[in-house]
């Protein structure tokens, strides 16, 4: 009833809701899947609606419906992102308007599915090294406080520095966790150079991927001996959902690690 009087209100009928609720979830759907999962601007979903509706509370109604259904039918959460802050490298005045716009904000869909479910009907197996490397910088990042250089080792690391080894193996030394990402990764055969990785094609694509999903952020920071570039984790990263399997695949890794020592 309230939903219907919120149509009448704002002069459109159900039908011609419906037809924008659906146009927003099939865009939704298909530009995640084009996109590798990259976060979609909320611009972009006010866009479809706006093009032949001028009412002003109508995206935000289309929208939250268009994620209710989505959930409902596929299983997925449209889930909203937005910047706590942007880079440190750009002007205040950007970094102002950016937070204080709606159209900073975004979504991305993320699976509500069980976890045998998902694997079984939706996963897909031939991007699972996509999904590993991702988890593997991710934890990179995590173990080293959060932040990291891209190409300088003069990151102060936490005491989880030598949970890293769970990544390298034993002959991993303690002294080489000050070292950069690109150092840590090469220890996995993931060299910056290599554009023809068999898996990941382009190395330095893959890890720019990580920071169109929003999953780490990336800065420009000047530094006594010039610029150099810092990643750090971002909101999908520092998401509950992912920072818990996180936190709990290392202490039982660790305590595995630990127990074999013993």
Not at 144 to 163: L, M, N, P, Q, Y
Request: aromatic share 8%; with cysteine; hydrophobic share 35%.
């Amino acid at each position: 009833m309230a939903a219907n009087e919120d149509l009448a209100q704002i002069d459109i009928s159900t039908e011609e809701k419906d037809k924008l609720v659906a146009e927003v979830m099939r865009y939704a759907l298909f530009k995640t899947h084009q996109t590798t999962g990259c976060p979609i601007k909320r611009e972009e979903l006010t866009q479809i609606i706006t093009k032949n509706y001028r009412q002003r509370v109508l995206p935000a109604l289309v929208i939250k419906e268009a994620g209710d259904r989505l959930a409902a039918t596929f299983g997925y959460e449209m889930r909203e992102l937005q910047r706590t802050r942007a880079p440190s490298n750009r002007s205040a005045r950007t970094s102002s308007q950016q937070l204080s716009n709606v159209d900073a904000k975004s979504y991305v869909l993320v699976s509500k599915l069980d976890r045998e479910v998902y694997s079984k009907y939706v996963e897909d197996k031939e991007r699972a090294h996509v999904s590993g490397f991702a988890f593997v910088v991710i934890s990179i990042v995590h173990v080293a406080g959060g932040k990291i250089t891209e190409g300088w080792d003069r990151v102060s690391f936490t005491s989880h520095s030598r949970e890293i080894l769970l990544f390298y193996g034993s002959e991993f030394c303690v002294n080489h966790v000050s070292e950069d990402l690109w150092h840590q990764l090469k220890r996995l055969g993931l060299n910056e150079t290599d554009e023809n990785h068999p898996l990941l094609g382009n190395n330095k694509q893959a890890l720019e991927l990580l920071v169109q999903q929003r999953y780490l952020l990336k800065e420009k920071i000047a530094g006594p001996e010039g610029h150099f570039m810092s990643y750090e984790l971002a909101e999908r990263a520092l998401d509950e959902s992912i920072s818990s399997k996180l936190k709990e695949y290392i202490s039982q890794v660790v305590g595995t690690s630990a127990g074999t020592a013993e």
